[in-house]
């Protein structure tokens, strides 16, 4: 294969002016960044919230919880991404629509985005919520209840406390797939890490530097992730509780 | 001397035997394979997309087939497997480069810096890059873009050029790149942007796509000419010989001038839309003299 490799690509001005190519990743890179943490506290929160209600007694209440998180997880990312970007825009009142639609496209596709990804990740979050607190054994919220606490005190201090510290590990999981999956927001236009590659590669005409520089961008904000994942693991970590803790 | 004459009588062995084994590259895969794999678009109306029955067809997948026949007829083979693989704008030169694909004939621009990785056959059609826009938009022409949202399909040269011009003549456009031209014209349809920068073939193929065709129009002074060609393997002359060939006797011969009308003269598929784009001057000039030559 007759590839000509060239490093230096990426200290090379930038047609944009004055930037280099590796400027490009950065910016590409700080989106990347913005959007994932972003959309994570969405999906923490909604996750949150919706995987509680999924264990609550009333019927009505986890019922609704439920199909949020069959809707949201059996929908294809890519899809619901064009559903938010393209689609939902032509349902709202013309009006709202149309404003929304003249706003400066990247604030159009980072809202897009962080509400698609916010809202994917958060039915995810919320099954792991939810077998969190189903991992506890029953007696534990029948004491809470004897003790006289009502059923909204007894998840705050007798089974969240314990259901979180359980489920941090797979939450992990969730946080580096959010990283890994704002990639999508490239098919809408926003500028993050891998469409700055794209970009890299159309300008340059170097795709194997442009996509290495990516991945290994990439790698290494999911190592530092996984790195600060485990020092929390450690901090919340009970002795005794389930984990043999030293 | 004897040795003289040995070294001479092997040097001839080895001229013969590099004669015998003439085949390199390309045309040696497609020999010992049996197959060939063209790449091709998916959305470019009417190069090379799909029809409603998801057959790949246009104007420049007839020139290719045109080259394949000519590599067939090259190498004697009596049968040629031709294998399908659609292409993006992002993935094509890499997907020619690792040999995925041994030519692609779409809407690919021929320019210098792409002629780094990838080599290019003779043109096979010239563009102009201007704009497609709402009849009642208002908009004429590239200056009245000013402060407005304007939406181009990325890795295209007319992201490039809507880029400089946004920053050399501080035009304060938003520019949005969308995925694909399908993508880019939904973009403009839903008022997302007042205009579409893209090559005007492409442009009228798009509109033949739209609802309603007779609400858009293609305005604008072309920002650029440019040359699609085929693209091939860098580097692998005898290949690139035959397609060029093939390219150059379909245009002298008038088969070229015939399959344009057939694309841009007449109904189209999917909606028999008539795109109504006739033979430009640079056109002609090409059909009369063939070159691989860049505009930039």
Same mark, same amino acid.
Do not use: H, M, Q, W
């Given at each position: 294969m007759n590839y000509n490799w060239n490093w230096g690509v990426f200290l090379q001005e930038a047609p944009?002016?004055?930037?280099t190519y590796l400027g490009w990743l950065l910016t590409g890179l700080k989106w990347t960044l913005l959007l994932s943490l972003s959309a994570w506290a969405v999906a923490l929160a909604v996750g949150g919230i919706v995987g509680v209600l999924r264990t609550a007694p009333g019927r009505a209440l986890s019922l609704a919880a439920a199909s949020y998180v069959e809707v949201f997880r059996n929908i294809p990312l890519l899809v619901q991404l064009f559903i938010w970007y393209f689609v939902l825009p032509e349902l709202l009142p013309v009006k709202m629509g149309d404003a929304f639609k003249q706003m400066n496209p990247l604030a159009q596709q980072f809202i897009a985005a962080w509400l698609c990804l916010g809202l994917f990740t958060a039915a995810r979050v919320a099954e792991q919520v939810r077998a969190g607190i189903q991992s506890l054994p029953p007696g534990q919220k029948n004491a809470g209840l004897a003790l006289g606490f009502t059923l909204p005190q007894t998840y705050r201090y007798v089974l969240l406390p314990m259901a979180v510290r359980i489920v941090v590990p797979p939450l992990t999981s969730e946080f580096l797939n959010i990283f890994k999956n704002s990639a999508v927001a490239t098919t809408i236009g926003l500028i993050e890490l891998s469409r700055q590659a794209q970009q890299l590669v159309d300008y340059t005409a170097q795709p194997f530097e442009a996509f290495i520089a990516v991945t290994a961008l990439y790698l290494m904000l999911n190592v530092t992730i996984m790195s600060i994942m485990r020092k929390v693991e450690r901090m919340l970590r009970v002795p005794g509780f389930i984990v043999a803790g030293k | 001397m004897h040795i003289g004459k040995f070294s001479f009588a092997l040097l001839m062995l080895l001229a013969g035997s590099a004669q015998a084994a003439e085949l390199t590259g390309t045309l040696k895969r497609v020999k010992d394979s049996g197959a060939i794999t063209l790449g091709h678009r998916e959305?470019?109306?009417? &190069?090379?997309y799909y029809d409603d029955k998801q057959q790949v067809i246009g104007y420049s997948h007839e020139l290719m087939l045109k080259a394949v026949e000519a590599v067939k007829q090259e190498l004697g083979l009596a049968k040629l497997d031709v294998r399908l693989n659609p292409v993006t704008s992002q993935n094509r030169i890499p997907l020619v480069q690792n040999g995925t694909i041994d030519i692609e004939c779409g809407s690919t621009t021929n320019n210098t810096e792409r002629q780094k990785q990838v080599s290019f056959s003779n043109t096979i059609f010239i563009v102009g890059t201007r704009l497609l826009t709402?009849?009642?938009?208002?908009?004429?022409? &590239?200056?009245?873009?000013?402060g407005k949202n304007v939406v181009t399909t990325a890795g295209t040269t007319s992201e490039r050029l809507l880029r400089k011009m946004n920053e050399d003549k501080k035009m304060g456009m938003n520019i949005i790149s969308a995925k694909d031209h399908g993508e880019s014209f939904l973009t403009l349809e839903t008022g997302r942007a007042v205009a579409f920068m893209m090559d005007d073939a492409l442009l009228y193929g798009e509109m033949a796509k739209a609802?309603?065709?007779?609400?858009w129009a293609v305005v604008g002074t072309a920002q650029s000419f440019e040359a699609y060609g085929c693209m091939l393997r860098k580097d692998d002359a005898p290949f690139k010989k035959v397609v060029d060939a093939a390219i150059a006797k379909a245009m002298t011969t008038g088969e070229a001038e015939k399959i344009y009308a057939k694309w841009f003269m007449n109904p189209v598929p999917p909606?028999?839309? !008539?795109? !109504?784009f006739p033979l430009s001057d640079s056109m002609k000039g090409l059909y009369k003299a063939p070159t691989d030559k860049a505009y930039d």
């Open positions: 944009s002016g004055a930037d | 959305s470019s109306i009417p &190069f090379s709402k009849k009642e938009s208002g908009v004429k022409d &590239f200056p009245d873009l000013a609802k309603r065709p007779g609400d909606k028999g839309y !008539n795109l !109504n």
